[in-house]
């Protein structure tokens, strides 16, 4: 196994560990699903969280960055790979993943504690108010952690689309953009770190 698979190989974990970090602040013990829609509601937040432990969050926050620092080598090994046939799309690839492991390593240690704190101050309506300002104030974290995904994907998947790898098109399959996509509307706490563990166990099997 050469130096690339094994940094995938790591990605694949690190995927897998951020997404069970996203489901510790998603899920509650019992079943019930945390939507972003009960923002605006704090009786359902109440509700929602009731039966979260502080340890959950703070959990999510610690191993979560773990993760993400795991993730960091499969991403830093496709440039690697990538740089092999087309240097233009290896760096926009160095670039956007920097911004995206950046910003979301931010992003979600905000979401941690943003949960932390809705917890921790009793579920209240001052409590609810101020992580809502918390999320308006901080989503540029948000937005510039999607945006240097989506660019990371569709760099990647252009290359192998228009046969600038010697991966056959079909290959494209193994990308974050189309597994999101077709994903999305099953609304999977941590789907996003699920699609990145199939794509770089897919590359994984096919570099």
Known sequence: MNIIKIL???AVVGHILCGYCDC?????PGGK???VKA???NKKMAET???MPLKNPLLSMLLGCLALFMC???YYGLYLWMKAYSEVTAVIMLVSVALFLVFGVAHHVLCGVAEWIYIR???TVDARGAVVKLFKDTSVTMIACYVGWLVFGIALLMAVVTGRTDLPAWACVFNIVPLFIVTIPLRIGGMGNWCGAAMFLGLLVLI
């Open 121 to 123: 101050m009793g579920m």
């Open 33 to 35: 699903r945390f939507d």
């Open 72 to 74: 960091s080598a499969g």
């Open 24 to 28: 510790l602040l998603t899920y509650v």
């Open 8 to 10: 995938l190989l790591i």
């Open 49 to 51: 969280f009731g039966g």
């Open 39 to 41: 923002l605006s509601d």
